[in-house]
C-alpha cells in the first residue's frame, strides 16, 4: 500500500505508507494553516483529498524553515533511535518466537507448521509475542524525503492524495 499525491499540474510524489505516515504526521505537527482536524485526517486516507496550491506553497515554505533550522533533521535523529530501539525490541520478540516454534515442533512432531496451526495455549502465547513487536521499527523518516516533499509541494499546483 502507498500514497501516491498528483499534483494539478502533473508532477507526482510517491511514498509507500511506512515513508508516508511519519511525513504526513510531522507536517501535521508542525506546519500551521492546514484546515481542520478533519482536513488533517485526510492525509491518513487514500480519498483523492484535496491540497490548494496556496497550501501547498505555504507547507513548502514552513517546512523549508524546518530543515533550515534543524528540526527535520532533529526529528529524524529521534525517529532513527526509536527505529533501533523498536529493532532491538523486536529481535528479542523473535528469539522467543523461534523458541516457541522449537517447542510446537517438539510438542506436534510437526516440522512445518505455521503459527495458525498451534495448539493451544502456544497459539495465545504466539499471538501475545507477535502482538508485542513495535511497529516503529517500520516507519522510516528523512531529511531527503522531506526535501523531495519541499520540492514536489513548490511544483505541484495542488495535490490530491491517494
Request: aromatic share 12%; with cysteine; proline share 3%.
Amino acid at each position: 500500500m502507498g500514497f501516491d499525491l498528483i499534483g494539478k499540474r502533473g508532477i507526482d510524489f510517491r511514498n509507500n505508507v511506512w515513508w508516508w505516515r511519519p511525513l504526513a504526521t510531522f507536517i501535521l505537527q508542525h506546519c500551521r494553516g492546514l484546515g481542520t482536524t478533519k482536513d488533517q485526517e485526510n492525509w491518513h486516507y487514500n480519498s483523492g483529498y484535496f491540497v490548494t496550491e496556496s497550501k501547498a506553497e505555504l507547507i513548502a515554505n514552513q517546512l523549508e524553515e524546518f530543515v533550515k533550522s534543524g528540526v527535520v533533521h532533529n526529528h529524524a535523529i529521534l525517529i532513527q533511535k526509536q527505529i533501533h530501539k523498536a529493532e532491538k525490541h523486536n529481535a528479542a520478540i523473535e528469539i522467543l518466537l523461534q523458541d516457541l516454534l522449537k517447542k510446537v515442533k517438539k510438542e506436534t512432531g510437526q516440522q512445518s507448521i505455521a503459527p495458525i496451526d498451534y495448539p493451544e495455549p502456544y497459539r495465545t502465547e504466539w499471538d501475545r509475542l507477535f502482538e508485542s513487536k513495535d511497529s516503529a521499527a517500520s516507519y522510516p523518516f528523512s531529511v531527503d524525503n522531506v526535501n523531495d516533499f519541499i520540492d514536489f509541494c513548490r511544483k505541484s499546483g495542488g495535490f490530491e492524495i491517494y
